[in-house]
């Protein structure tokens, strides 16, 4: 599936890895941040004092709502302040609480995804909420410099009037460890991993969170006599939305996109197109050039000035609508018989001409991914050579640029540098891949810019042959035609892999390069099991859903 989804911020639609359905609410930047809890963590009795004294503190019939965070995660921070005007204008007619997400060490104590600090800012947070009804004050206070929650909370405690001792015995001692562990407990029991997940009324809450989105949520789950707060909650105006898509698009998650939009906006009537139907061909030729999915929203968007605001600096305007792409590649009309007779379709990937035995890969020098990508290599190489085969092998550089108006790489001028070191080995050591050698080599420390040692008798790589090349105009122009040769096969994301020329593939394990290769080849040597993906720490099987990567 594309790496593409909904998500307002900065004041456009920007993407986010929609590898997971829409309505997985730990589908967030810090999801899977924490395995389960022991069986020896189920919610304590300090768990059941900390909700009967909650409890002391709201409205009969006031709905239950929680958010699970970790005290150090930005989104977490983002999400508690969302909830502060709520808070305030509905007061003792919200049972609102923090519940934190992490696990019981080999050693019984609390941990959590960003370290000691946050299991300290965790503690003082939960033990705030024990013990002054104040305390969601006092985390407000401290998320101005939400770094800092580990030491900032007693100044903002003691500004507010919290009792401070009480806290810090209660941070340092049982009674906060029995706390913080009973409510990892209950995130683990729910299956929440994602900072920040919203339950409201004992279920998921996917929308969005504006202050008035958020309370007429939480009046929807009043079951009894709804609160007079509740009369007050302004109407959002609807906002007509198209998800224009394809049927013959296997990654176009069509589903997955208006499930994210009905996430963001406040009141959105998403409508589906297909390209095959007549009136989405006929949205599509008013439209285009453009990659599907796509996001077409209408003059009603207007109305919603807050979702016109996210919507406008990333949407194209064409007559009264906004088009907005969201990450796709998948250009309907060169899909379309003799489609790849069209000028806009030549560079496409469906209509690249077939290469056998052609593996090109697409990385940044600087990305973790690609440096993986890049030592599979050696074995796949390897075990077709033994096998008295040769593939045609090539790497292109990702970025942005050329040698007259200068380079950008994500990881900025010290990954351009060595985007063209490489490039220069590439161009002055083709025979039997001997670039590889420098490249191979430097992986190994890849973020210092130490790069001599790579050449001269550890290699065999020519040092001044390399100064040369770099210093010179040869490097740039090299750099400059492989970063034309990767945007025109649109790839963005390192690693990204073509075989024959046409097939893109995923993969930083020799097992899946190979497999990949073989896949659209009859080569001797693809019966041999090679390295495949690793588990990572903890014995789990490899991440299902998107390869990872740097990039779109």
Known sequence: MFWYATSFAGGVFVMWGLNRSAADPSATPDAAASAAVSASASPSSAAVKLEADSAATTNPGAVKVELFVMSQCPFGVQAEESFREVVEKMGADVDFRLEFIGEKGPDGKPQSMHGPKEVKGNLVQI?????????????????????????????????????????????????????????????????????PTIRIGGKNYEGNRRTADLMRAICDANTGDKPEVCNNIPVPPQVNVTVLTDSRCEACDAKGLAAAVKSKLANPVVTTLDYAEEAGKKLYGEIKPAKLPLLVFDASLDADKEALGMVEGG????????????????????????????????????????????????IMSQCPYGVKATDAMKEVLENFKKNGEKIDFAIHYIGSGDDKTGFSSMHGQPEVDEDI????????????????????????????????????????????????????????????????????????ASPTWLANNKHQF???????????????????????????????????????????????
């Open 421 to 492: 070191r490489h490039l220069c080995a590439i161009e002055h050591y083709k025979k039997d891949f001997k670039f590889l050698d420098y490249i191979w080599c430097r992986n190994k420390d890849w973020r210092s810019s130490n790069w001599e040692p790579c050449t001269g008798k550890a290699t065999g790589i020519d040092k001044a042959v390399i100064e040369k090349c770099f210093n010179g105009d040869e490097g740039k122009k090299l750099l400059a035609a492989s970063f034309a040769t990767t945007n025109a096969a649109g790839c963005g």
């Open 127 to 195: 033990c705030a909420m024990k013990h002054s009804p104040a305390w969601f004050k006092m985390v407000q206070c401290q998320n101005k410099n939400w770094r800092a929650v580990d030491t900032n909370w007693e100044s903002c405690s003691a500004e507010l009037g919290l009792p401070v001792d009480t806290i810090r015995q209660c941070a340092e001692g049982k009674e906060g460890e029995e706390l913080l562990l009973a409510s990892f407990a209950r995130a683990a029991d729910l299956g929440v991993s994602g900072s």
């Open 506 to 552: 995923s993969g930083i394990d020799p097992e899946t390069v190979k497999s990949n290769i073989c896949k659209h080849n009859k080569l001797a040597g693809c019966d041999t099991k090679l390295t495949g993906m690793q588990a990572p720490p903890g014995g789990a099987a490899p991440p299902g859903g998107a390869e990872p990567g740097c990039g779109e």
């Open 315 to 362: 949407a194209r305007k064409v007559g009264d609508r906004r088009v907005l792409e969201v990450g796709g590649d998948w250009n309907p009309a060169c899909n379309d018989t003799d489609g790849c007779k069209l000028d806009e379709c030549k560079n496409e990937i469906m209509c690249r001409e077939e290469v056998p035995k052609r593996l090109d890969l697409f």
